[in-house]
């Protein structure tokens, strides 16, 4: 049977605008098309890992509107356990608006709405945790859910990921709970001080944050990721492709690499295997 993971995070119906550029402020831009895109870092990781070969329970919240349907439908097409997404009324499910410019890079504006209104009480059912081999989590939900979901999950000795992003203090009780830590260059550098702006710096920066979490991996877009845990450390350069969209690159990262750390790989081997896979994403036309 395949190896179980569980995602706490956020869903968003995405809309997605094509542009010759990204507009500066106070500028007005002619956009070529848009598009609505299920997202959220919560969503696309579920999904990531789904595709991998994982069994993943989803754990979120959406509202009483017509992005629901569109956000449910696609985890359930995707193979993705929904049984823990609560429908909430008062409230609109999360958005966002990104503009993608003619070199595939984009910039967003989230929406997070029912996704921090997620019910604590969702955590306390042991079905979501029964053979779990990985909690999922991300910055896009309240403090307070991520917290409760490490806790629930490390009493149980299920390791704990976070992808920090976007990027924000983190207690020292939560930062005690997470097993593997996940940034990228902009969120390592709003953690650790170290600018990062290639793969050298990338790895002396996980280098640096390995010193309070066990495991950290530092993506540095094009240049490559490098990684570092208590026993090794290295550099995995990028692989070169024809860039599409970058959109959802990170959290197709994620996703495999959990899958593959949860199959008892080693860090650099997960490592690899995400690596390749975000490389394709990034040079396929995404539905």
């Known amino acids: 049977m395949p190896n179980k993971v569980v995602v706490v995070g956020s869903l968003h119906y995405d809309i997605v605008v094509e542009s010759t550029h990204r507009p500066v402020k106070g500028e007005t831009v002619i956009g070529k098309r848009w598009y609505p895109k299920f997202g959220g870092k919560g969503g696309n ?3 990531a890992a789904a595709k991998a070969g994982c069994r993943v329970f989803m754990v979120s919240a959406v509202g009483p509107d017509n992005f629901a349907p569109f956000l ?26 990104a503009i993608m410019d003619s070199e595939g890079d984009y910039g967003a504006v989230v929406v997070s709405g029912s996704n921090l209104e997620i019910d ?16 999922i989590l991300q910055n896009e939900v309240s403090d307070s859910i991520n917290f ?3 806790k629930r999950a490390s009493r149980r000795h299920i390791p704990v990921c976070l992808n920090a992003a976007p ?80 959109l959802g690159a990170g959290d197709c990262f994620v996703g495999h690499l959990c899958t593959a750390l949860s199959e008892n790989n080693t860090l650099r081997d997960a490592v690899a295997y995400a690596n390749q896979k975000a490389a394709e994403h990034v040079s396929t036309v995404q539905e």
């Open 148 to 150: 409760e979901a490490a």
């Open 72 to 97: 449910l439908e696609h985890l359930n097409k995707s193979g993705v356990n929904t049984d823990f997404v609560q429908k909430i009324s008062g409230v609109g499910s999360g958005m966002s608006v």
């Open 167 to 246: 990027a924000k203090k983190l207690s020292a009780e939560f930062t005690k709970l997470i097993d593997i830590l996940i940034v990228n260059a902009v969120e390592a550098e709003a953690m650790c001080g170290l600018s990062v702006n290639s793969l050298d710096s990338a790895l002396q920066a996980a280098l640096k944050l390995s010193q309070d979490f066990s495991r950290v991996i530092v993506t540095a877009g094009g240049d490559g990721v490098a990684y570092a845990d208590k026993e090794s450390n290295g550099k995995i350069a990028s692989i070169k492709v024809k860039l599409i969209s970058t």
């Open 120 to 135: 604590i009480n969702r955590l306390d059912n042991e079905t979501l945790w029964d053979n779990a081999k990985m909690l």
């Open 45 to 47: 990781q579920a999904v």
